[in-house]
């Protein structure tokens, strides 16, 4: 590691920013002994910042039926393979149950772009869910919706809202999405979201097609401005019977490191491990942990709800829920050395 490098590395530990130029010289020149100075600064952030307790999330994956047709997505209105389906209010209310039996406090409720929840029904749920459980926060990820939706499920009772941008470079956006897709109009609901009220999560695809180094920096850039409280990475992986199913996979390294140089730029963010990450690499979660991650998804997903092209029509995270249970996941999240956190509201972690 040359000294200039080092430079960079603790000016962005103490200001939590830097220029893109220096964005992109930290994430082109990285070697082995940067990789690790930064993973170090990334794990005594989170300590400071969170104690070093790992959230467990419960993930209820309410539906794989969406409108939209992104060209890297399994789930993709025009992939004709995979087989769909959707959960009731009452599917999902039980697997929320499950969850808080188990002892979990944090549920994400996610799906893709399905028009079969009406806002009223959504916020039904979420009603429901809150006057079970008063301890319990909720994020959505359920795609762009318009203000009054999102205000209608904030005052309901979400409390974080997750939407990914993917990218935040108009140019490669428009590689990845068909014409009918906006940028712009996805950036305008995480700012539509912050407004409200929401704690809002956000996040993109690492080793996507046609990503360049350049665009990396923007997104650091990006994330800086909006700010979120909650950052969703993983690597890309060509999902079957999409147009980028020949493509190479991103790179699960690459994810880490950017999950050590998130946890300078946003030192109190959410940072998941993603599912991705253990489909490239078995130590994957492990090692997105030693780099600055501070949460995992438990699926709490029925097992007849198979993952059906969810990710990318390979076996992906949620494959994990059949050779682990709640029980052993936190075990060896505390064998590791780690607290486990079962709730999650912003504030409190800060
Ligand atoms: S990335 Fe999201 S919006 Fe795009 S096709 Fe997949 S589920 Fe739908």
């Given at each position: 590691?040359?000294?200039?490098?080092?430079?960079?590395?603790?000016?962005?530990?103490?200001?939590?920013?830097?220029?893109?130029?220096?964005y992109?010289?930290?994430?082109?020149?990285?070697?082995?002994?940067?990789?690790?100075?930064?993973?170090?600064?990334?794990?005594?952030?989170?300590?400071?910042?969170?104690?070093?307790?790992?959230?467990?999330?419960?993930?209820?994956?309410?539906?794989?039926?969406?409108r939209?047709?992104?060209?890297?997505?399994?789930?993709?209105?025009?992939?004709?393979?995979?087989?769909?389906?959707?959960?009731?209010q009452?599917?999902?209310?039980?697997?929320?149950?499950?969850?808080?039996?188990?002892?979990?406090?944090?549920?994400?409720?996610?799906?893709?772009?399905?028009?079969?929840?009406?806002?009223?029904?959504?916020?039904?749920?979420?009603?429901?869910?809150?006057?079970?459980?008063?301890?319990?926060?909720?994020?959505?990820?359920?795609?762009e919706?318009?203000?009054?939706?999102?205000?209608?499920?904030?005052?309901?009772?979400?409390?974080?809202?997750?939407?990914?941008?993917?990218?935040?470079?108009?140019?490669?956006?428009?590689?990845?999405?068909?014409?009918?897709?906006?940028?712009?109009?996805?950036?305008?609901?995480?700012?539509?979201?912050?407004?409200?009220?929401?704690?809002?999560?956000?996040?993109?695809?690492?080793?996507?097609?046609?990503?360049?180094?350049?665009?990396?920096?923007?997104?650091?850039?990006?994330?800086?401005?909006?700010?979120?409280?909650?950052?969703?990475i993983?690597?890309?992986?060509?999902?079957?019977?999409?147009?980028?199913?020949?493509?190479?996979?991103?790179?699960?390294?690459?994810?880490?490191?950017?999950?050590?140089?998130?946890?300078?730029?946003?030192?109190?963010?959410?940072?998941?491990?993603?599912?991705?990450?253990?489909?490239?690499?078995?130590?994957?979660?492990?090692?997105?942990?030693?780099?600055?991650?501070?949460?995992?998804?438990?699926?709490?997903?029925?097992?007849?709800?198979?993952?059906?092209?969810v990710?990318?029509?390979?076996?992906t995270?949620?494959?994990?829920?059949?050779?682990?249970?709640?029980?052993?996941?936190?075990?060896?999240?505390?064998?590791?050395?780690?607290?486990?956190?079962?709730?999650?509201?912003?504030?409190?972690?800060?």
């Amino acid at each position: 590691m040359n000294d200039g490098l080092r430079e960079l590395a603790d000016r962005l530990e103490i200001r939590g920013t830097l220029e893109k130029e220096e964005y992109i010289e930290l994430i082109q020149f990285r070697d082995s002994q940067l990789v690790e100075y930064l993973s170090q600064k990334a794990r005594r952030i989170r300590r400071n910042q969170h104690t070093g307790a790992v959230l467990v999330q419960g993930l209820v994956h309410l539906s794989n039926y969406c409108r939209n047709d992104c060209y890297y997505c399994g789930m993709r209105r025009e992939n004709r393979f995979v087989r769909r389906y959707r959960m009731e209010q009452q599917e999902i209310l039980d697997c929320c149950a499950r969850g808080y039996e188990k002892g979990l406090r944090s549920f994400l409720l996610q799906g893709g772009e399905d028009l079969y929840y009406t806002e009223k029904e959504v916020a039904q749920i979420l009603e429901k869910i809150k006057k079970a459980y008063s301890d319990v926060s909720i994020t959505l990820s359920l795609g762009e919706k318009s203000r009054q939706v999102y205000k209608a499920w904030y005052e309901a009772g979400a409390d974080c809202y997750l939407l990914r941008h993917g990218t935040a470079v108009d140019s490669h956006y428009k590689k990845l999405h068909p014409g009918n897709m906006s940028l712009l109009r996805k950036k305008q609901c995480l700012w539509e979201m912050k407004e409200i009220g929401y704690q809002v999560g956000t996040g993109f695809l690492i080793g996507t097609p046609y990503q360049t180094i350049d665009q990396l920096a923007e997104e650091l850039l990006f994330l800086k401005q909006l700010d979120p409280q909650l950052v969703s990475i993983g690597p890309f992986i060509p999902a079957a019977n999409t147009p980028f199913e020949k493509q190479r996979a991103g790179n699960s390294d690459l994810t880490c490191y950017l999950l050590s140089l998130l946890r300078l730029i946003l030192p109190s963010a959410l940072l998941p491990a993603a599912g991705a990450l253990t489909a490239l690499d078995r130590e994957g979660r492990r090692k997105a942990l030693e780099s600055g991650a501070n949460a995992v998804a438990f699926d709490l997903t029925p097992d007849n709800y198979q993952d059906n092209g969810v990710l990318n029509g390979r076996r992906t995270g949620r494959h994990q829920r059949d050779r682990e249970n709640l029980e052993g996941l936190i075990q060896r999240l505390e064998d590791t050395g780690y607290e486990i956190a079962a709730s999650w509201r912003h504030e409190e972690w800060r």
